[in-house]
């Protein structure tokens, strides 16, 4: 990218540049400087749902709070992270994240940075099993765009919006893969593994699960196999082996490709050529 297409502003009294269509929170990234957020994932298509990241776009002595996740800076325009309108406007998010969902730790964090000890308001809407949930749009997102099943969404509006299978029901597109569970800021989702299922206990759905053709432990579920499997263009020999057991077998592999070639002792050979051998299910 030559310098010429390149975006010059000041970001916190500083002169930066920004790439075309590069935004505000990617570039302050970049240079080291520290925006608050729970919605935002590099991954993942910003979606501006928590606010927190508001910072404020000066022109003249005109300004304005703009979402920095979303927002493509203007050649020579002034944004501050750290004003008092900005320090407020957070300051009010977390205050409201706080009073949904005062016991996850992640907000309560955040909001002792900002001197919110305790919300001013008071909690509607939200049952007990979604108290944690912030409503990010995380798990919907990284399931519609990486995973590519769109098995969960937004149900209701209002205060009674939650995030939900179709009509609450066991979602067929769901795979399993706990993607949505590992990428919520709030531990709001969670997955446990129960008699040859994977159990996804807040969005009512079972996957069955497969077992690793080597030591015979379940390991992922059948459609999450299939999946990485397809995309990947793995055999099915890989893709039915755990994690665990794969960097076995594909040394035993190396070993007898090396014995095949004369190889004098080819268990050092290969163990210098990928390292210390992982302990096999009989060894721990």
């Known amino acids: 990218m030559s310098q010429d297409a390149q975006i010059n502003f000041t970001l916190d009294g500083r002169e930066v540049r920004a790439e075309p269509g590069e935004t505000v929170l990617s570039v302050a990234r970049r240079y080291g400087i520290e925006i608050p957020t729970l919605c935002h994932h590099e991954a993942l298509t910003p979606y501006a749902a928590c606010r927190l990241c508001v910072v404020e776009a000066f022109w003249g002595k005109r300004s304005k709070l ?3 996740c979303v927002y493509t800076p203007w050649a020579d325009e002034r944004i501050e992270t750290n004003t008092d309108r900005v320090r407020r406007a957070r300051k009010m998010i977390l ?9 996850v730790d992640v907000i309560r964090d955040l909001a002792s940075g900002y001197g919110v000890e305790q919300a001013r308001f008071r909690s509607h809407g939200v049952e007990v099993s979604q108290e944690r949930c912030i409503l990010c749009g995380l798990c919907v997102r990284v399931c519609a765009e990486a995973v590519g099943q769109n098995a969960i969404g937004y ?7 939650v995030i939900s299978t179709p009509f609450g029901k066991n979602a067929d597109e769901c795979i399993g893969c706990g993607a949505c569970v590992f990428v919520c800021p709030t531990d709001a ?3 446990e593994d129960i008699g040859g299922k994977r159990i996804m206990k807040e969005l009512n759905t079972a996957v069955p699960m497969v077992v690793c053709r080597v030591c015979g432990d379940y390991f992922a579920t059948i ?6 499997g397809e995309r990947l263009n793995l055999p099915d020999e890989l893709a039915q082996t755990c994690p665990r057991c794969r960097g076995t077998e594909f040394r035993k592999t190396l070993e ?10 080819p268990m050092v050979a290969a163990g210098s050529a990928i ?10």
């Open 256 to 265: 007898r490709h090396l014995f095949s070639k004369g190889v004098s002792n």
């Open 275 to 284: 390292g210390p051998r992982a302990a096999s299910k009989d060894e721990e």
């Open 155 to 161: 149900a209701n509006r209002g205060t009674e919006r």
């Open 95 to 103: 205050e409201m994240l706080l009073a949904r969902c005062p016991e």
């Open 223 to 228: 459609d999450q196999v299939a999946k990485i």
């Open 189 to 191: 989702l969670h997955y």
């Open 66 to 68: 703009v979402t920095s």
